[in-house]
């Protein structure tokens, strides 16, 4: 079973950045979309933004232009850079993991906390 960490969580004020790394433990067809997930307290788990393959990625209207989805393939890694962090942007964030874009994601990360201050 794949598994996943996340790391590059932490404080930042607003408009700071941060760079958040989802390490696979090993490249399978299960890794081909990887995603970004953000869980506020009190809220549901939202859908931040997944890559494809090499390099299709889209993203939620609340994060697109601010934060980018990219991944190393050498590494088995994929990376969540966000920018401009607003206060809404405070979350755990979760990486997850599926074979296809038409397939739930089964494997999924612990997560890791970011919190933006003012």
């Known amino acids: 079973q794949v598994q996943l960490v996340e790391s590059g969580g932490g404080l930042v004020q607003a408009g700071g950045s941060l760079r958040l790394s989802c390490a696979a433990s090993?490249?399978?067809?299960?890794?081909?979309?990887m995603a970004w997930f953000r869980q506020a307290p009190g809220k549901e788990r939202e859908l931040v933004g997944r890559?494809?393959?090499?390099?299709?990625?889209s993203y939620a209207d609340s994060v697109k232009g601010r934060f980018t989805i990219s991944r190393d393939f050498a590494k088995n890694t994929v990376y969540l850079q966000m920018n401009s962090l607003k206060l809404e942007d405070t979350a755990v964030y979760y990486c997850?993991?599926?074979?296809?874009?038409?397939?739930?994601?089964?494997?999924w990360g612990r997560g890791t906390q970011v919190t933006v201050s003012s």
């Open positions: 997850a993991a599926s074979p296809s874009p038409l397939i739930a994601y089964k494997i």
């Open positions: 090993e490249r399978t067809l299960n890794t081909q979309v």
């Open positions: 890559i494809i393959g090499s390099g299709g990625t």
